[in-house]
């Protein structure tokens, strides 16, 4: 089974997830041009793209925060899942690394699925390219609210390109 997120406009390319069978991981590929050199957060959230018409900073706003099938950690709920290392579904690799505007990159995730029955499944969400590093949760900040947006969102920054993430029929 496979599934694609396009990014187009200033920033294209795609993003490819395939995985052979319901208990397999999920491998992914990321071809991205037109980033800024450097890292950048990277992770699949909980909305579909409804409106294409939108500004990508307004149609970014609307994706819900990081696609996670356990309960979240907030300041209310500090037993909720942490974002960075083994957190969110949705935090795939955390960051992508952009060289010469350009990257590619490969890796194996094994807390998604591509498979309906699987409550990690991913089809139907959103892809987003953050502006800043990821700090995967792991920075400990003399800012106050710096330290409990790393459980959060990993102090990624601007949302600066989003895709649905959508099925390939073969």
Not at 24 to 36: A, F, M, S, T, Y
Request: proline share 1%.
């Amino acid at each position: 089974m496979e599934a694609i997120a396009e990014f187009k406009g200033n920033i294209e390319g795609c993003v490819k997830f395939s995985q052979k069978d319901i208990n397999d991981v999920v491998r992914v590929e990321v071809k991205i041009n037109g980033l800024e050199d450097g890292f950048h957060g990277f992770h699949i959230h909980e909305k579909k793209i409804e409106d294409f018409d939108l500004s990508v900073e307004e149609c970014c706003k609307k994706l819900g925060g990081h696609f996670n099938v356990g309960e979240k950690w907030s300041l209310e709920n500090q037993n909720g899942t942490k974002h960075g290392p083994g957190g969110h579904n949705g935090d795939l690799c955390n960051n992508i690394y952009v060289k010469n505007n350009y990257v590619e990159k490969y890796f194996n995730c094994n807390n998604i699925s591509l498979f309906e029955e699987k409550e990690e499944y991913i089809i139907g969400r959103s892809i987003i390219i953050h502006e800043d590093k990821d700090d995967c949760g792991l920075i400990d900040y003399d800012d106050e609210n710096k330290n409990i947006e790393r459980f959060i969102t990993g102090n990624a920054g601007k949302r600066i390109a989003c895709s649905n993430i959508l099925k390939i029929e073969l």
